[in-house]
């Protein structure tokens, strides 16, 4: 085992999965002990059994229990308030999924809010993404009047061109 005993403990608690691996080994020690191992034969060979059974998360094939793999973010472009209208889609677009990759976030900060919106779905969907389509159209209404202005400016100089 290359973990402590302690340090599973914490590691499977922190990852909500103790209550799930704790029955595994108390029923791994009851089959062992039924099958004549001692005491501490059962408790030593449940505990390993319980450690490879219940890896952790980011070493786990199925991914953690948020469904996310590859939680690295190193390579991940800073986000920014003028990214977080595509960042909040991004997130709505990926919360379903049983599983993505950091890599197809489109920064940091996505990744960050996925995480946190699987965890929290209910109020991503009731406070986030509310806010984001607001934002959303907001930035689209604004588009719309500067490409207005810029049209009757281009206008105004082709007139002004004319005249001269």
């Known amino acids: 085992?290359?973990?402590?005993?302690?340090?599973?403990?914490?590691?499977?608690?922190?990852?909500?999965?103790?209550?799930?691996?704790?029955?595994?080994?108390?029923?791994?020690?009851?089959?062992?002990r039924a099958a004549g191992k001692t005491r501490r034969e059962a408790g030593?060979?449940?505990?390993?059994?319980?450690?490879?059974?219940?890896?952790?998360?980011?070493?786990a094939n199925e991914g953690s229990d948020l469904g996310v793999l590859d939680p690295t973010e190193?390579?991940?472009?800073?986000?920014?308030?003028?990214?977080?209208?595509?960042?909040?889609?991004?997130v709505y677009n990926?919360?379903?999924r049983a599983t993505v990759v950091s890599a197809s976030a489109p920064s940091a900060g996505a990744w960050a809010l996925l995480r946190w919106a699987k965890r929290n779905e209910d109020r991503f969907f009731e406070q986030i993404l509310p806010k984001a389509l607001q934002l959303s159209?907001?930035?689209?209404?604004?588009?719309?009047?500067?490409?207005?202005e810029d049209k009757e400016l281009g206008e105004l100089e082709e007139?002004?061109?004319?005249?001269?």
């Open 137 to 148: 159209t907001k930035l689209e209404s604004e588009q719309e009047s500067l490409d207005q």
């Open 74 to 90: 190193e390579d991940l472009p800073n986000s920014s308030p003028a990214t977080f209208v595509g960042d909040a889609f991004w």
């Open 159 to 164: 007139l002004l061109g004319c005249s001269v």
């Open 1 to 32: 085992m290359q973990e402590s005993k302690a340090l599973i403990m914490e590691r499977l608690r922190r990852e909500g999965r103790w209550d799930e691996a704790s029955l595994f080994k108390d029923q791994t020690i009851k089959e062992l």
């Open 94 to 96: 990926s919360i379903g």
């Open 44 to 59: 030593e060979l449940a505990w390993a059994e319980m450690a490879r059974k219940y890896p952790p998360v980011n070493q």
